[in-house]
């Protein structure tokens, strides 16, 4: 089964801070990365809503 559509209605709701082992992701980082991983998302499911 072929997903047509994606709602993601939760994302960026919350935003958060990561202090973890791997190095600190601060606030406006997390950001950034949320949003490029949106634009993927837009290429591949072209009917998405959030």
Request: hydrophobic residues 35%.
């Amino acid at each position: 089964m072929e997903l047509e559509g994606l709602c993601l209605g939760d994302l960026g709701e919350v935003l958060s801070s990561d202090y973890g082992d791997s190095g600190v992701i601060d606030r406006e980082r997390g950001k950034k990365i949320v949003e490029e991983e949106f634009e993927k998302l837009e290429e591949i499911y072209r009917n998405m809503m959030v």
